[in-house]
C-alpha cells in the first residue's frame, strides 16, 4: 500500500509559481509511474504531468506545456509539480497519483494510489 500526501498548494496571481510536492509512504516509488491530476468545479479529472519510474521520460498535457514540469527524487520518496506562469484556468485542486504498472496512462482509472489533493487558485 502507498500512501501520498500532497503540499503546496495556495493562492497564487497570475503569472506567478507554485511547487507542489508528493510525499509517499509505506512503499518506495522505485517502481512507480507518478503523474499530477487536476479537476476544477464542474469539471472532469485530468491528466497534467507523468513521469516514468526512472525519471527519464515526462508529458505533459497541451496546455501546460512549457510551464509547469514534473520531476521526482526517488531517494526522498518525492514527486514534485513546479509550476509556472500561472493562468487563472490552472485553478484546481491537484492529485498525486502512483501507477504500478509501466506504459503510458492518461486516464484517473489506470492509477493504483492516490493522495487527498491540494488546492491551487489562480487569481486574475
Known amino acids: 500500500q502507498v500512501q501520498l500526501v500532497e503540499s503546496g498548494g495556495g493562492l497564487v496571481q497570475a503569472g506567478g509559481s507554485l511547487r507542489l510536492s508528493c510525499a509517499a509512504s509505506?512503499?518506495?516509488?522505485?517502481?512507480?509511474?507518478m503523474a499530477w491530476f487536476r479537476q476544477a468545479p464542474g469539471k472532469e479529472r485530468e491528466i497534467v504531468a507523468a513521469?516514468?519510474?526512472?525519471?527519464?521520460?515526462?508529458s505533459y498535457v497541451e496546455s501546460v506545456k512549457g510551464r509547469f514540469t514534473i520531476s521526482r527524487d526517488n531517494a526522498k520518496n518525492t514527486v514534485y509539480l513546479q509550476m509556472n506562469s500561472l493562468k487563472p484556468e490552472d485553478t484546481a485542486v491537484y492529485y498525486c497519483?502512483?501507477?504500478?504498472?509501466?506504459?503510458?496512462?492518461?486516464?484517473?482509472?489506470?492509477?493504483?494510489?492516490w493522495g487527498q489533493g491540494t488546492q491551487v487558485t489562480v487569481s486574475s
Open positions: 513521469i516514468t519510474s526512472s525519471g527519464g521520460s515526462t
Open positions: 509505506g512503499r518506495t516509488l522505485w517502481w512507480y509511474t
Open positions: 497519483a502512483a501507477r504500478m504498472a509501466t506504459g503510458r496512462a492518461t486516464t484517473k482509472d489506470e492509477y493504483d494510489y
